[in-house]
């Protein structure tokens, strides 16, 4: 059934690549747990021990909020058509804002999406498979633009004034320095 790994094997490495989805889990020390789930082309394994991922502009920054407090997370992938698998990669977190080197480094990883908000780095120290026996079937049909769109809609003026607006401070009042350095 489960196993516990050290580090992201290549065969896990091409499970993540297929997944059309995942799920993020955060929480500060305080407040509320956030579980985020993301889609489009945003996930990288860059080693066994190292991923990345796009960060999208959404409704709220729970994510960036809490690393800053807490760095641990949690990344699941479930599967949802084949082979039954649910995999976990736990570990402490980084945010790279657009004024940061290393989101550079790693934006030419990822399609460019005016939406983009953050990257976020993790180093993984563990690694645990599950059956996922439970998880339903489900037929993936396509990516939905909507965010885009919308981003491409608001030009960087607007984004920003979005990030102001809804991405600076968490629900439970968390500053995510989205505008400036911890």
């Known amino acids: 059934m489960g196993k516990q790994l050290e580090?992201?094997?290549?065969?896990?490495?091409?499970f993540i690549a297929q997944q059309k989805i995942f799920f993020v889990g955060t929480a500060a020390t305080k407040g509320r747990v956030n579980i985020s789930p993301?889609?489009?082309?945003?996930?990288r394994v860059?080693?066994?021990?190292?991923?990345?991922?796009?960060?999208?502009?959404?409704?709220?920054?729970?994510?960036?909020?809490h690393v800053l407090r807490n760095n641990r997370m949690t990344i699941l992938f479930c599967a949802f058509e084949g082979k039954p698998l649910i995999l976990r990669l736990y570990g402490t977190a980084r945010i790279y804002h657009p004024r940061d080197r290393t989101y550079h480094d790693y934006s030419n990883l990822f399609p460019e999406n005016a939406g983009a908000r953050q990257i976020i780095e993790m180093e993984v120290d563990l690694v645990q498979t599950s059956c996922g026996m439970a998880v339903p079937f489900m037929d993936f049909k396509e990516?939905?633009?909507?965010?885009?769109?919308?981003?491409?809609k608001q030009g960087k003026e607007g984004i920003e004034a979005y990030w102001e607006k809804k991405n600076s401070v968490s629900i439970d009042g968390f500053e995510t320095h989205i505008f400036k350095d911890a």
């Open 143 to 152: 990516e939905r633009t909507t965010l885009t769109t919308w981003a491409e």
């Open 38 to 43: 993301k889609g489009t082309d945003s996930f």
């Open 7 to 14: 580090s992201i094997t290549p065969d896990l490495q091409r």
């Open 46 to 65: 860059i080693d066994p021990n190292t991923v990345v991922w796009l960060n999208l502009t959404g409704s709220g920054n729970e994510t960036a909020a």
